[in-house]
Each structure stands twice: as structure tokens, then as C-alpha cells.
């Protein structure tokens, strides 16, 4: 593991929590992702489902968790399936977990191999009225070309029990993934922490003239060196104009001395993530309009953050960032008070320089699951992260900060990571 150990007190809470929520007389079945293969033999990696961690800590393919509270016999409650390993995978792949580890891991006492699966469910299928089934359920982009292990754990089980009665998973951990507990704010700020090392040596070693890719292999190795995962993303590197173009990561740029640099990276350690961004001037010292422009998302980030708190509507804070970035963008003279005011309140004028969200919940996925009609509380986490894009003038900037919500306001956990401009400035020179 490169990460230390996640305390299996966590996994247990969460179970206990998830089957609080589930109908009686039901069986819940998650599923581990698939690994990924490209061409051939080689494959992209692996990245656990969410849901599967969020209640096992297994961080392994080919993992099921079955949860079937109301079953008659105790050691059918919580059934834990995980890959048997051989002496084939032993020596291309190396150690796989035993059962004794995947206990350890989980906290489920009971471990079999997954090939038992579909036999052990059938003893408790007779017995149960219906099975929770997870999905990816995310708003915007759900895969539709790709087949999960989800899909084909949701067509098997309809196929072989049709007259059961189905549920959604995601219903349940989509309420409960939100409210983050300590263990998991940890996490969180392990992933801030190593990325923060990583901004200050993007900071030292960014030169006019060099590639976006090779400030991304800075990145890289800082996060690789200190146990990180993987990128929670594809880092976005985008220098001038690139950085107006919200996703962009081909990261293949020149950077040019007089460009302002955007920088939206993450770290994903024990699969808790970071989302954060910064911008700088390639060549060290900010012109006046690059202060200006950055400075007028600055003071959004400042007071739009404070609006995080617990019973503020998502939408209404949202609402309150759109004012205080129209406001700046005034200032800026990008637009006028009088156009404002006869506007088509359909299509708002700041939406030209400014046309994303500002805050989403992060935590196991950098998008993380959670609905945004429900009101801030206590234990969210959320990013802030307001912009402003002015593709004539070639300056694209963004700041994106995490924060933990707490009883009265907000804790910022990037509360270290340089952001005013004589830090960034001091520390590139
Ligand atoms: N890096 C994607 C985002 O900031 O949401
Ligand atoms: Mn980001
Ligand atoms: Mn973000």
C-alpha cells in the first residue's frame, strides 16, 4: 500500500451507517471497478469504485461486498468476496490481499473468495425481497459507450432474480459520502499537503520557454515521491489563452515569458482527493493587468468562501459568486453597468468572461457525489474556485481553494498554499 492504513473503524461506521438506510429484507451488492485495458496486453490502471471503498477500504479488483442485514443467519449479514490469487498471478502480478488482510483492511470478519459469489447469493437470494445494485450516477457525465462491472452485475442479477425488487446504492451513499468524518478530512488534507510541496517546486522551476508538460512533470514527481496515488486529474497546465479553455490538459504549449500560467491540479492519496488551483506569471513578476485581473478573482475566492457555510443553498451562494465576479468584472472594464442593467436575465453578460460553477463537494471523487439541492452543513467539503477568462487579452485565471464546513463557517484546508501575489512572486525569484 503506498498510503498508510485508513483505521477499518471508518468502513465499519460507514456499513453501519449505509444499512440504517436500506429497506428491510434487502441485499446490497457492490462491485470493485474493472481494470482498465487499452491495447493488447496493457492496461490504463486501476481506480477503486468509490462506493466499494467507501464501505469495504478494499482497494483491489475483482472485490464484491454483500450486505444483507435482515438475514436469518448472522455470518450471511456482511460477506466480503475478494480475488483468490494463484501461482500465475503470484508471479506476473505479485502478492494479492489474504483473507486475513482483507479482514484487517475492512473489518468484515467473514472473507471469501469472489469465484464462491454467485453460489453464496444464491442460499440468500430465496430468502431476501429485493437488492440494492450500484451505478455511476453522476449528473453530467455518465458513461454510455463503456460497459462497468456495475452494468454487467445489474443485468446478471435481473436476469437470474427478475421478480426481486431493485434499488439504487448511489441513493444512499450520495447522501452519505457528503458529510465527511475525521478520518477522511485526513486524507484530504494528506492530498493538499503533498500538493502544496508540488506547487512550490512548479513555482521554482518554471522558466520562459519551457513546455506546460515538463511544470507537469514537476507535479509528477512530487506527488510520486511522497505516496500520492495518482493525479486526482489530468492536471490542467495552460499558459496565456490555453487557460481560457476550462479543461484543457494536452499540456504541450510553450509557455511564453509575459504569459500568466493556470495551474488546476489534485492529489489523490488513499483514493481522497485534492482539487486546487493557482495562477503565475511564467516569468516570475506579474504585469499590472495580470495583477489586476488576478487580483479581481482573488478578492471573489476571499469573500465568495465565506458564503460556504452550514444552511446556505447551493444555488444561492452560487448566485452571490455571479454578483461578486460581475461586480470585479466591471472594474476590470470588460463590462458596463448600463448593459448590465437591460440584459436578457437569461443569459447574463458575465457569463461571456465567466461560465462555470464555483463550488463542488470533493472527497473520494473529485466531483463528488452529493445532491446540490441539498443546504450546506456541517462535515462537506467543498472547492471555491471562481474565474475569470478574457481569451482577447490572452490571461485566463482561476483560484480554487478546499474547505471543510464547520458548525459556524468554513476551515480552509489550502490555507497554506501560497496564493497572494508577493508569495508567488517571492517564491519564483
Ligand atoms: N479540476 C476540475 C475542477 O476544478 O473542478
Ligand atoms: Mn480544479
Ligand atoms: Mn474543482
Known sequence: ??????????????????????????????????????????????????????????DQEETILVLYPDAVKAENRTILFVKETNEHIKIWDGEKLTKKQATQVSGIDRVEWTTN??????????????????????????????????????????????????????????????????????????????????????????????????????????FTKSGATRHAFKPIVASGKNACALHYNINDAICNDGEMLLLDFGVCYANYNSDTTRCFPVNGTFSDRQKEVYSSVLHCLKEGSKLLKPGMMHAEYEKNMATLVETELIKLGLLNADEIASQDPKKPLYKKYFMHGTAHHIGLDVHDVGLYSRNIEEGMVFTCEPGIYIPEEGIGCRLENDYLITKDGNINLTEAMPIEIDEIEALMN
Open 117 to 222: 459469489f454467485e453460489m453464496t447469493l444464491q442460499y440468500m437470494a430465496f430468502e431476501a425481497d429485493g437488492f440494492y445494485l450500484g451505478h455511476n450516477e453522476h449528473l453530467k457525465r455518465v458513461t454510455k459507450d463503456q460497459e462497468t462491472q456495475q452494468d454487467r452485475m445489474i443485468a446478471w442479477c435481473k436476469k437470474k432474480y427478475p421478480l426481486h425488487e431493485y434499488y439504487r446504492v448511489a441513493k444512499i451513499t450520495r447522501d452519505l459520502r457528503p458529510i465527511k468524518s475525521k478520518e477522511e478530512i485526513e486524507q484530504i488534507q494528506k492530498a493538499v499537503d503533498i500538493s502544496i510541496e508540488g506547487l512550490k517546486k512548479v513555482l521554482k522551476a518554471c522558466q520562459s520557454g519551457m513546455k506546460e508538460y515538463e511544470l507537469e512533470a514537476e507535479l509528477t514527481y512530487v
Open 1 to 58: 500500500m503506498r498510503y498508510d492504513p485508513i483505521p477499518n473503524s471508518l468502513f465499519i461506521k460507514n456499513r453501519a451507517n449505509f444499512i440504517a438506510q436500506m429497506k428491510p429484507n434487502s441485499i446490497a451488492i457492490l462491485t470493485s471497478n474493472d481494470v482498465k485495458h487499452n491495447n493488447a496486453d496493457d492496461v490504463m490502471g486501476f481506480a477503486q469504485n468509490n462506493d466499494l471503498f467507501y464501505l469495504s477500504g478494499i
